[in-house]
Every structure is written in structure tokens, then in C-alpha cells.
């Protein structure tokens, strides 16, 4: 059975002291020890993340990485450096990231082994937009995703990633795919990556429909923005 995981994606929001207020609440709360729980903060609060979470059982990672190990990429991460900081989990290809900074399949690609390489856990994004969904090309659109992202990677390495579906129209918007489109999306990843690779949703998920969206058969927990931000609402979360 595979663990229900149950991400925090802070995006740009958080100061260094937030951060750690956030850390001690998170760590007094009451999670099921079947969940687990990890935490993407920016860059600047990773820091804090490795003080304040040694020893516990919560994990915690960052939202992007470049694929080089070093070099002339200014204001670029490798994940040499966030292992330097005891990350184990990279977010990577996050729509925010394709729309606002070029993420192509082919760089997702890039990182993705990258992260592989360095022993990182990659959280692989894909998601289709209204439109496509409209057209219906959300499936033909989120395949090619999952097989560009995973192009190199051998099966048995596959178990090493996880897989977020995040529709573009549902993030951030308050409108959740239904929990039946998102078995469907699910089902059709699972059936390309197989069993043993963990499948989270993510777009709009809070506590008020956590448990419908992750009760589904292919559903291993969720990839959270807005409702992480706020420690109890995540434990909220991490209840359902
Ligand atoms: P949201 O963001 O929960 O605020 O919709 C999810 C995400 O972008 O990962």
C-alpha cells in the first residue's frame, strides 16, 4: 500500500519567521503516522526547514532546481546545493513555472534526472488548461507530459518520483476538479508509470474536500498552495 502524501507548495509567500511559526505548530499537530507530510518553502526558508524539522518525520523540499551541477546560471539552485540543506523532495515543472519562466517538457526532463541523480524525489507537475480540457485534450495533453518528463528513466526507477496532476484552471482558482475527472486523469497515469508510484492531486484541495478527492483509487494524497499556508488547515489536510 503507498503512503498518502500530502505536499506543501508555499510558493513566494513566507518570511524566514513565518516559516518557523508555521514549523512548531506543524509539529504539535495531530497526523495519522500513515501520512506524510512534506513542506516546500522558498529557497530562503530551507534553512529553518533543516533546523526546526531534525528528528522529525515531516520532509521537506524546494519548488524548483536547475539540472547542471554548477556553472554560469545566475540566480539558479542545483540539487547538489539542496541536498546541502537536507531537502529529499524537489518540485519540478510546476505550471507557474512552464506559463512564467519557459518550463518546456524537455527542461522538466533535464531536472527530473537531474534530481534522480542527486537521490532527490522529484514531484512531477502536469496538467492541462480549460481550454484543452474544453477540446477535449486533456488526456492526449497530460500523456505526453508524463512521457517527456519520464524520457531516460528507467521502470524501475519510476517508484522514485511522484507524480502531481494539477489541472491549470483548478490552481489557485477555488475550483476543484471533480473527484470523478480526477480518478480519470489518475487512472490514465497510472497506466503509463504502474503501480507503485504515487499519484497526488493538486488545485484548490482544502480541508472541506480533501477526503473526496483523496479517497480515490489512484489518488496518494495531494499537492497543496493556497490552504498550506496556514499550518492547522494543512494538519486539517493531512487528517482527511
Ligand atoms: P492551490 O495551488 O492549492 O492554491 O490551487 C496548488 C499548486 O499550485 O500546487
Redesign the pocket.
Known amino acids: 500500500m503507498l503512503p498518502t502524501t500530502i505536499i506543501a ?1 508555499w510558493k513566494m509567500h513566507k518570511s524566514v519567521a513565518e516559516a518557523a511559526d508555521f514549523i512548531a505548530v506543524l509539529k504539535k499537530a495531530d497526523v495519522p503516522t500513515d501520512r506524510e507530510l512534506v513542506i516546500c518553502p522558498p529557497f530562503t526558508s530551507l534553512k529553518v526547514a533543516q533546523v526546526e524539522l531534525e528528528g522529525s518525520a515531516i520532509q521537506y523540499g524546494a519548488q524548483n532546481m536547475h539540472w547542471e551541477a554548477d556553472g554560469a546560471y545566475t540566480g539558479e539552485i542545483s540539487a547538489g546545493m539542496l541536498k546541502e540543506f537536507g531537502c529529499t523532495y524537489v518540485i519540478i515543472g ?1 505550471s507557474e513555472r512552464r506559463l512564467y519562466f519557459n518550463e518546456t517538457n524537455e527542461t522538466v526532463n533535464k531536472k527530473v534526472l537531474a534530481a534522480l541523480a542527486a537521490g532527490l524525489t522529484p514531484i512531477v507537475c502536469v496538467g492541462e488548461t480549460l481550454e484543452q480540457r474544453q477540446h477535449g485534450e486533456s488526456e492526449g495533453h497530460v500523456k505526453v507530459q508524463v512521457n517527456a518528463a519520464l524520457l531516460g528513466i528507467e521502470n524501475k526507477d519510476y517508484q522514485r518520483v511522484i507524480m502531481a496532476y ?1 489541472p491549470i484552471w ?3 482558482t477555488g475550483e476543484t476538479a471533480t473527484p470523478q475527472q480526477v480518478q480519470e486523469m489518475h487512472h490514465m497515469i497510472r497506466s503509463l508509470v504502474g503501480e507503485p508510484v504515487r499519484i497526488v492531486y ?4 482544502n480541508a472541506a474536500n480533501a477526503t473526496e478527492l483523496m479517497g480515490q483509487l489512484d489518488v496518494n494524497g495531494a ?5 498550506s499556508l496556514d499550518a492547522i488547515e494543512f494538519a486539517r489536510i493531512a487528517n482527511c
Do not use: D, K, T, W
Not at 493538486?202 to 484541495?205: D, E, F, L, Y
Open positions: 507548495n510546476h494539477e483548478a490552481i489557485g493538486g488545485g484548490s484541495v499537492l497543496v498552495g493556497g490552504a
